[in-house]
């Protein structure tokens, strides 16, 4: 029995995210048919985390076990040729048994990516959130700073995740701008169900001075859900990378 | 009479290029279909530069001629209000009569992406040409700077321009790397047929020391299209700016 790890880039426009449900296409489903066609056995792929419908990655990180006499760094190219175009693994290698996608992630990084124009994106348009309005970048840098370190982001959590605790660590925020386009950076030990994208529809109301961008601590400490700003879409989020 | 300017983002992956053709479609077709819808006139559009299929705009450039009471800086959101989710108008203003986008035009940017690792892409794969094998980035750019200035470049186009001379000016040509994408940016006065997309063809091979860097000056002396290298696809590249 071998224990494989595989690095997956995908475009999430067409599936209801990761995790596998009735009715609906996922990943993990579509990755699962390729590796049973391919290993004739009935494998349960075990995920790095949930991503939601629309979201991508570029590093997203699972693991299975296999009885199959493939050596665990030629899966990639075996796996790659039942994959559609959207879907590609990166890296495949053998881990130790004991090594678990989700349980043993460090930490993740998260981007964010907000086409701020007027019109709306004729390119790419599957890869942003698209914001009309100018924003406040300084006050939106004065924001993030808040969010870094150890709190309890119960307020930037939406209902129905299955975490035991909402205290998570912020490692770096950071924010980039090129063009109309504006890309956050985020890292993390762990982030709770829409954590981030109510963490950026908050920052989109700091940078329309909606909310004060020294009032984050305050609405950390207040752990109110109704206090922080809307959760964006998820077209606008990928997965950059699973740390351990 | 008024005479409009448009400039112009546009996704190519579903079209044939800019140029109105038969039994395909293309931007200028669906942009004078809007046009015409919106003001009741037969509006030919003249545009900057044929774009070939799958090529994409980020700021390409046309003009028109109307009778219409619409404010030329209207037109921008009523036409967006007609057309496709992968073309949208960014600016429209009113010009001289004797404006033409294309004889007006003093020169052009295109970028040209290449995604450059063993794997295909899953994400974008419709804005980049993917390369897989690795790229001496040293000789690309020694052999970028030959490029330079104003040369006779017949050895890089493809028949079938209309073109009456084959002498041109690369003003600039630069190149940035982030991860594994390697974007090149190229400002000539403008480009013969398929012009971009054999220098970055020359490039590769360059890249692979399939071609000598020193030798470009030689290649473009020669004015023999076979001793460039191959034109690379249309996916990769994009008309960024013309300038007036």
């Given at each position: 029995m071998k224990n494989v790890k595989l690095i997956i880039e995908y475009d999430g426009t067409l599936y209801?995210?990761?995790?596998i449900q009735d009715n609906a296409i996922t990943i993990q489903e579509v990755l699962e048919n390729a590796l049973n066609s391919i290993t004739g056995e009935q494998i349960k792929v075990v995920g790095s985390s949930r991503t939601d419908s629309g979201v991508h990655a570029r590093g997203y990180v699972c693991n299975f076990?296999?009885?199959s006499k493939i050596p665990?760094?030629?899966?990639?190219?075996?796996?790659?040729?039942?994959?559609?175009?959207?879907?590609?693994?990166?890296?495949?290698?053998e881990?130790?048994?004991?090594?678990?996608?989700?349980f043993c992630s460090k930490g993740k990084t998260y981007s964010y990516t907000i086409l701020n124009r007027m019109q709306r994106p004729a390119i790419g348009s599957n890869y942003v959130y698209h914001y009309r309005n100018s924003l406040n970048m300084e006050a939106i840098r004065e924001a993030m700073s808040q969010f870094l370190g150890t709190h309890d982001f119960s307020a930037f959590k939406s209902t129905g995740g299955s975490?035991?605790?909402?205290?998570?660590?912020?490692?770096?925020?950071?924010?980039v701008k090129k063009d109309d386009y504006i890309i956050f950076y985020?890292?993390?030990d762990g982030f709770l169900y829409n954590m981030v994208r109510i963490i950026m529809g908050t920052l989109i109301k700091v940078g329309r001075d909606k909310i004060d961008?020294?009032?984050?601590?305050?609405i950390i400490l207040s752990k109110d859900r109704n206090m922080a700003g809307?959760?964006?879409?998820?077209?606008?989020?990928?997965?950059?990378?699973?740390y351990y």
């Open positions: 209801s995210g990761w995790q076990f296999t009885e665990p760094d030629r899966f990639r190219d075996v796996i790659n040729s039942k994959l559609p175009k959207d879907i590609v693994i990166i890296e495949s290698e881990v130790s048994l004991e090594f678990n996608s989700r975490a035991k605790t909402s205290i998570r660590t912020i490692k770096s925020f950071e924010v985020i890292t993390g961008s020294c009032s984050i601590k305050d809307p959760c964006l879409p998820g077209t606008g989020l990928c997965l950059e990378k699973v």
